[in-house]
Each structure stands twice: as C-alpha cells, then as structure tokens.
C-alpha cells in the first residue's frame, strides 16, 4: 500500500522559504510519478510540480523559478523547495503520486491516485 507522509509547512512572510518534505513507501512499480498539489481555500486542486518515471521534472507556470523538486532515493524522499513565497502560495500542499504506465506521458498530478494527508502553508503579505 503506497503511503505519504508530508512534512515542513509552516507560516512564512512574502519572500522567504519554506521546504516540503515527503516519505514515500509501498509502491513497487517500475515507473512512478510523484507530484506535489496544492488546494487553497475557495479553489480547485493545482498541480505544482512532478517528477515522472522516467526522470523528468515539470512546473506549474506560477511556480516556475521560484520552486524546485528534488528526490532523495536513498531516503525515499521527495521534498518541493520554496523560495520567494508570495501571499497566493498559500495552501494546503500534498504530495500525491501514481503509477506510470510505459510510454505515457504522467496525468495532471491533481488526478494522481495517491495522495499524503497534506501541510499547510501560510504566506502572509
């Protein structure tokens, strides 16, 4: 049974950083995408950024030079860095993941089958 567990949310001022953590265990599958989501108050599911099974990172546009998603394999860990944090990056976030199938592209991470139990993120202005 794949399982996620979040950590690191927190409070933050506009323009400082937060890192998100992710423990991941259970999945078996030769090809995974892992991902992380977001879901502010009033507003749908946003993917953020995702790691596809074959190595290949993608960010939503807001996020683009401002977050980076990296993978520990050794920890089984994902983590989601946060610099320049600004008022709408306040959300909860999750990590989510899903099971790749051979040749196919991953599907929007807000879809993904598996998902954490999420951490907050506040931003104030």
């Known amino acids: 049974q794949v399982q996620l567990v979040e950590s690191g949310g927190g409070s933050v001022e506009a323009g400082g950083s937060l890192r998100l953590s992710c423990a991941a265990s259970g999945y078996t599958a030769s090809r995974v995408c892992v991902g992380w989501v977001r879901q502010a108050p009033g507003k749908e599911r946003e993917g953020v950024a995702h790691?596809?099974?074959?190595?290949?990172?993608y960010y939503h546009d807001s996020v683009k030079g401002r977050f980076t998603m990296s993978r520990d394999n050794a920890k089984n860990t994902l983590y989601l860095q946060m610099n320049s944090l600004k008022s709408e990056d306040t959300a909860m976030y999750y990590c989510?993941?899903?099971?790749?199938?051979?040749?196919?592209?991953?599907?929007?991470?807000?879809?993904?089958?598996?998902w954490g139990q999420g951490t907050l993120v506040t931003v104030s202005a």
């Open positions: 989510a993941a899903d099971i790749q199938d051979a040749g196919t592209y991953c599907r929007d991470p807000a879809y993904f089958d598996y």
């Open positions: 790691l596809t099974g074959y190595g290949n990172f």
